[in-house]
């Protein structure tokens, strides 16, 4: 964790970027909010989560699934993001984007459900873990002070 304290006028300020944990965070609680929705889908409305395999056979979208493919893509997005600030300073704007555009190019994957009902549940799926990863990665890696700060500071650090 990078932390650094900076004396802006007389306030005081933490540049700091999320951590790993931060980064595992997200991923289980986006996880466990996929796991939620899958579960209101499958459990509770009773859709049958089934979409074409490879190979033309039918395959059952399980719960595990769901839970191990939200942490990995969220954790392979953090990286990404970690990556991308320790480039640029527009780095998590950027990321914004690429992980927004990721997300809506994975509604394509559901569309190989059996039925419309199933289409509606996956993507309503997708939809819930890229607001939660995007949102909370955004929160833990973005500044610590909020936009009037950060341009109070500008104004302060050149006159």
């Given at each position: 964790?990078?932390?650094?304290?900076?004396?802006?006028?007389?306030?005081?300020?933490?540049?700091?970027?999320?951590?790993?944990?931060?980064?595992?965070?997200?991923?289980?609680?986006?996880?466990?909010?996929?796991?939620?929705?899958?579960?209101?889908?499958?459990?509770?409305?009773?859709?049958?989560?089934?979409?074409?395999?490879?190979?033309?056979?039918?395959?059952?979208?399980g719960v595990v699934s769901v839970v191990l493919?939200?942490?990995?893509?969220?954790?392979?997005?953090?990286?990404?993001?970690?990556?991308?600030?320790?480039?640029?300073?527009?780095?998590?704007?950027?990321?914004?984007?690429?992980?927004?555009?990721?997300a809506v190019v994975s509604l394509m994957s559901?569309?190989?459900?059996?039925?419309?009902?199933?289409?509606?549940?996956?993507?309503?799926?997708?939809?819930?873990?890229?607001?939660?990863?995007?949102?909370?990665?955004?929160?833990?890696?973005?500044?610590?002070?909020g936009p009037r700060e950060r341009v109070a500071?500008?104004?302060?650090?050149?006159?």
């Open positions: 964790m990078t932390e650094q304290l900076s004396r802006v006028g007389t306030s005081e300020t933490a540049d700091r970027r999320g951590t790993f944990l931060d980064d595992l965070a997200a991923a289980v609680v986006s996880a466990a909010a996929a796991a939620f929705v899958w579960l209101l889908w499958s459990q509770v409305i009773g859709v049958e989560l089934e979409v074409k395999g490879f190979g033309g056979g039918v395959q059952e979208v493919s939200t942490i990995a893509f969220v954790l392979v997005g953090a990286a990404l993001l970690r990556w991308m600030q320790r480039r640029s300073e527009a780095g998590l704007r950027w990321w914004t984007w690429i992980a927004t555009a990721f559901p569309t190989s459900a059996l039925s419309a009902r199933a289409v509606v549940a996956l993507m309503s799926i997708h939809v819930v873990v890229a607001a939660v990863a995007i949102l909370w990665l955004r929160h833990v890696h973005g500044p610590v002070d500071a500008r104004g302060r650090a050149v006159g």
